[in-house]
């Protein structure tokens, strides 16, 4: 039972490098999330996906972009990594709206 | 005015004792609210979800109240292994499919 599967755990980055977030779920999950989390700040929606087939923005979209690439995966690309994008990125899925959130064990990210 | 907003505390608890706190949401629609407890630097885990008025799983017990619009969680004879923080989520108002997280409430229980 891996449940939602998140790589890597730990990643630096140097300003301006790209790199992707890998988010799997093996719970035939509908919909999928991207948050972020710092210091005080709770946790950031920064894209979801609803469905197969869709992506939405969230509350911190800018300098990020999605791929639901089937129904298992979802992955968050960093184009052009800023210092400010250092934090800890959680992944997550539901079956639907109104059910409860299952959670990646997240990717702690430092960019220099 | 935030989403989902709480008190960020810490509540600082002795070990037995009850401790309480709010969490109040914008969205007067929302049917649905779960409570999250996060340690530190790992994923938040689900404690609780609330459809209706109020839900109790053993010592935590989470009452809603629509008029006021705020969710509350109780944890009674606190353990040393309540120390953590809580966080409360919302559907956002602007989509169902969002899920608003308030900043999260520490706790800390003490011997």
């Known amino acids: 039972n891996a449940g939602v599967t998140q790589t890597p755990k730990f990643q630096v980055l140097k300003t301006g490098q790209s790199m992707t977030l890998q988010c799997a779920q093996d719970?035939?999950?509908?919909?999928m999330y991207w948050y972020r989390q710092d210091p005080g700040m709770g946790l950031r929606l920064i894209y979801y996906s609803a469905s197969e087939g869709t992506t939405d923005k969230g509350e911190v979209p800018n300098g990020y972009n999605v791929s639901r690439l089937n129904k298992r995966e979802f992955s968050l690309r960093l184009e052009s990594a800023a210092p400010s994008q250092t934090s800890v990125y959680f992944c997550?899925?539901?079956?639907?709206?109104?059910?409860?959130?299952?959670f990646g064990s997240g990717t702690q990210l430092s960019v220099l | 005015r935030k989403e989902v907003e709480q008190d960020p505390g810490p509540f600082n608890v002795p070990e037995g004792a009850t401790v309480a706190f709010n969490c109040t949401y914008s969205?007067?629609?929302?049917?649905?609210f779960f409570w999250y407890r996060q340690d530190c630097r790992k994923e938040p885990k689900l404690l609780m979800s609330v459809y209706s008025s109020g839900n109790e799983d053993g010592r935590f017990t989470a009452q809603l109240n629509r008029a006021s619009q705020y969710i509350s969680l109780l944890i009674r004879d606190s353990k040393l292994s309540d120390s953590a923080t809580y966080l409360c989520?919302?559907?956002?108002?602007?989509?169902?499919?969002?899920?608003?997280f308030g900043a999260g409430t520490q706790v800390v229980v003490t011997p």
């Open positions: 719970m035939n999950h509908n919909s």
């Open positions: 989520a919302v559907p956002s108002t602007d989509s169902w499919g969002k899920l608003q």
């Open positions: 969205n007067s629609a929302s049917q649905s």
């Open positions: 997550a899925s539901r079956t639907g709206s109104n059910e409860k959130l299952f």
